[in-house]
């Protein structure tokens, strides 16, 4: 057997085994094979089958943007599409949007990380993101590459302090943190400082409320 073809099978039973712990854990759970196929399934089957929806929303996820979805999302007739992050906008007007997403019938993220027994763990600078996975949307659709995966709550937070906090600072090169220049979280007092509310989703509620799609690739950070 390939090792390519040995990495494919490691994954195919590594995203069944987190579907089901995410289902045991009250979610509704798709796989898709890559980003692409992503967003073809969310677009031609999750968000036709949700009822009423007149607005949408998103919270900033390079996942997400890689699915393709939400350039779709402008398209659809009939739903509201919110973009909270419009550019050159001052900070009121973005913070407005983002205040307004929270009150949508859908809203699109991603997942820092995810644990193999099926909880989402996240952390976010100002919590629009985080909040929106939390309360206010009736129906959250999560996407989620298998570099986020790991075994257990503590690996999710180091993961996300060692890698992804780094990596989203660098990111937006307007912001002025010590881990743009070190490459790791200093635990900065730093007022751009994108390490602030912590959200664990241990179980989804209401059931069903929370569509996780598991992609079978690595991507965002």
């Known amino acids: 057997m390939e090792r390519s073809e040995i990495c494919e099978r490691y994954w195919d039973i590594k995203l069944e085994k987190v579907k089901k712990a995410l289902e045991r854990n009250n979610f509704t759970v798709f796989i898709a094979s890559n980003a692409e196929a992503a967003g073809a399934l969310i677009m031609q089957k999750i968000v036709p089958q949700i009822e009423g929806l007149k607005s949408a929303a998103f919270g900033d996820s390079m996942t997400l943007?890689?699915?393709?979805?939400?350039?779709?999302?402008t398209q659809l007739d009939g739903v509201e599409f919110i973009d909270p992050f419009p550019k050159g906008a001052p900070r009121e007007e973005k913070v407005?949007?983002?205040?307004?997403?929270?009150?949508?019938?859908?809203?699109?993220?991603g997942s820092n990380a995810?644990?193999?027994?099926?909880?989402?763990?996240?952390?976010?600078?100002d919590g629009n993101r985080i909040g929106g996975i939390a309360y206010g949307p009736r129906n959250v659709i999560l996407t989620i590459s298998r570099n986020k995966i790991v075994p257990d709550v503590e690996r999710a937070m180091a993961r996300i302090k060692e890698v992804a906090a780094p990596l989203n600072a660098i990111r937006h090169d307007y912001?002025?943190?010590?881990?743009?220049?070190?490459?790791?979280?200093?635990?900065?007092?730093?007022?751009d400082r994108i390490c602030n509310q912590w959200l664990i989703t241990e179980k989804c509620y209401p059931a069903g409320r929370i569509r996780v799609v598991l992609i079978n690739e690595e991507a965002g950070l």
Request: glycine fraction near 6%; proline fraction near 4%; charge should be positive.
């Open 65 to 73: 943007r890689a699915t393709g979805v939400l350039e779709a999302m």
């Open 96 to 109: 407005a949007l983002r205040r307004r997403a929270l009150l949508t019938d859908l809203f699109f993220t």
């Open 114 to 125: 995810l644990t193999e027994d099926g909880k989402l763990v996240n952390l976010d600078m």
């Open 175 to 191: 912001m002025k943190t010590p881990c743009q220049k070190t490459g790791e979280c200093m635990d900065c007092r730093s007022p």
